[in-house]
Structures are given as structure tokens and as C-alpha cells.
């Protein structure tokens, strides 16, 4: 009796000590992107395998994406964000729209995924390739973001012109399938999901770059690299393509205490369930893909975790 009495006593002890646990874990802002962008339901997967683990709290934030990201993860260290690492060398160098002022607090946390770029055209608009997009309107998603950089930089290795349209994915899908815009790229994951849904609601033709583009693209952007997207990655795409890619990185303050940047590291890198809790979208968030990582310094707390594992950063 007294045994089960004292058992009683210790699991409503117990019980009533959780909300207190709770309370004392660290809370952290993490900074995303929009409706339609592949950052969102990525650190959304992230968010609810960290915060199952009671041991931190990722708050989930809409943003415009890599650009926001990086400034607010620069201006206080309770955030972390996701950012794409073009995005980040500009900032750590203070260029493009990070322009006289570099971004020297930011650190890694885990590689997320590579992001591929394509471009998507309705069938009807008979636009096959990049030269086809000559004096069109091309969505390239919201201004001062990657996507833009990205397209401006192939414009102007190939003379190409164009109108650009700003927006967000959501807002470019709608405009793509009411005809405002000709064309649409994007960069994320493969399959890109934005592309996905326009091209399952429309009759439409996905391609990538040439080979003398691609060369052209990665003089201008060195942190670039050749990617390949499979057959069949999209309706009606029955021939692989080829393509530019860069990989993108989960990001902290350099001030985050360490111990917190650990926890991070291992409980995003060293779960089973990152995949599925994203999607497939976190495929390339393993240990594996740290060293791919060359543009960002990494937290010492991450670089501990990884270290541990026998991965040299």
C-alpha cells in the first residue's frame, strides 16, 4: 500500500513538473519564408522534431526568405533562420543587397537541401529554352531574393531581356495560370514544389540550361554548382535535365550559447525522422552533406557535434 502510495505521489510530482521543464527549454525564433516556398514546410518539419524532444523550442516565422532571414538571424541570437548560401556569401561579404555591410555574426547550424533552379512555361506559350524567354515576363520570386539574383545573373551572361515580375511563389503560380506572367523560375528542392502544382494544373514544358549556360553561370557565381534533375521529375518531362544548384544552410547568431547550437546540430542531423517530418523536402539535412558547406563558419557548438561524428568542418 505504501509502495503504491509513493508511486502515486511520485508520477503526480512528475506530471506536475512538466509544464515547468517545459518553461526552462530555450525558445527560438526560426525564421522561414511564405506560402508556396520551400522553407516554409521544411522548418515547419524541422520545428515538430526539435520541439518533440522537450529539450528546445523552434517558433515557426513567415518571412520574404534567405534575405530577411540572414538580417534578422544577424540582429538578435534567439533566432535562427533558413538561408540560401549565395544569399549567405553576399552577406558575409557585403555585396549585392547586403552592399557595405558584411554580415560577420552568422554561423551554421546543419546543411538543409540542395536547391536546383528551372523554368517553367505553358505548352501554349511555345517557350522551350532560355532564349526563348527573349522580351517575355519571367516570375523569378520576390525582389532582392535568390531566385531574382540568380535570373538577372543568367540575363546578363547570356544578353538576355526580359521583364522581370516580382512576387511571392503563390502569388507567381496565380499569375502564371491567369497568363499575366510567360514564365516561371524557381529554385528549391527537386521537384521544385511551386513548379509541381503549375505544371499538374497546366500543360506546361520544364527545362534548365545549356551547357555553355551553365559555364557561364558558374564563372558568375563560383558558389554555384552543376546540377542534374532525372527524368520524370515533373509531368511531361520524359528527358533528364541539367541545370545550376547551390545548397542552402540552417544559420544562427554567433552568440547562441554553444550548448544550445549542440543540441540543435544533433537532434536535427542525428534523427530518423527529418525526411518524413518535411516531406522528402529534408532529404540532404544529414551529416553527410556538412563538408558541402563552404561558405558559412560553423557555430562551435554545431562544429562539436559534427566533429564527434567523425566529420571534419
Known amino acids: 500500500m505504501m509502495n503504491r502510495r509513493f508511486f502515486l505521489m511520485a508520477a503526480g510530482a512528475a506530471t506536475s513538473l512538466r509544464p515547468a521543464l517545459a518553461q526552462q ?7 522561414t519564408a511564405g506560402p508556396g516556398s520551400g522553407f516554409l514546410p521544411y522548418g515547419e518539419g524541422i520545428a515538430n522534431v526539435v520541439n518533440s524532444t522537450g529539450l528546445l523550442r523552434l517558433d515557426v516565422v513567415q518571412t520574404k526568405g534567405s534575405i530577411e532571414n540572414i538580417g534578422g538571424v544577424e540582429a538578435a541570437a534567439n533566432r535562427i533562420g533558413t538561408a540560401f548560401i549565395g544569399s549567405a556569401y553576399e552577406a558575409i561579404n557585403g555585396i549585392g543587397p547586403f552592399a557595405g555591410r558584411k554580415h560577420g555574426a552568422i554561423r551554421a547550424i ?9 523554368v517553367a512555361a505553358k505548352a501554349s506559350k511555345g517557350i522551350a529554352k532560355v532564349a526563348d524567354l527573349e522580351g517575355k515576363k519571367v516570375g523569378v520570386g520576390p525582389a532582392g531574393g535568390p531566385a531574382e539574383a540568380f535570373f538577372k545573373g543568367l540575363a546578363e551572361v547570356t544578353g538576355l531581356k526580359v521583364t522581370i515580375v516580382n512576387g511571392t511563389s503563390a502569388e507567381l503560380e496565380a499569375a502564371y495560370l491567369s497568363d499575366a506572367i510567360d514564365a516561371f523560375w524557381q529554385g528549391a528542392s527537386i521537384p521544385i514544389p511551386a513548379l509541381v ?4 494544373a497546366a500543360e506546361s514544358v520544364v527545362f534548365g540550361l545549356t551547357g555553355a549556360e551553365i559555364e557561364a553561370m558558374l564563372r558568375r557565381f563560383p558558389y554555384l554548382a552543376m546540377g542534374d534533375v532525372e527524368a520524370n521529375a515533373y509531368k511531361g518531362q520524359t528527358q533528364p535535365l541539367r541545370s545550376v544548384a547551390a545548397w542552402n544552410v540552417i544559420i544562427a547568431h554567433a552568440d547562441l550559447p554553444e550548448q544550445t547550437a549542440y543540441v540543435l546540430a544533433r537532434e536535427i ?3 530518423d525522422s527529418v525526411v518524413s517530418a518535411t516531406k522528402g523536402v529534408g532529404v540532404g539535412t544529414t551529416l553527410s552533406n556538412a563538408p558541402k558547406n563552404r561558405v558559412v563558419p560553423w557555430h562551435p557548438g554545431a562544429a562539436r557535434f559534427l566533429r564527434e561524428k567523425g566529420i571534419a568542418v
Open 25 to 31: 527549454a530555450p525558445i527560438l525564433e526560426f525564421l
Open 197 to 200: 502544382r503549375v505544371v499538374n
Open 269 to 271: 542531423l542525428g534523427s
Open 110 to 118: 546543419a546543411p538543409m537541401y540542395e536547391t536546383s533552379f528551372q
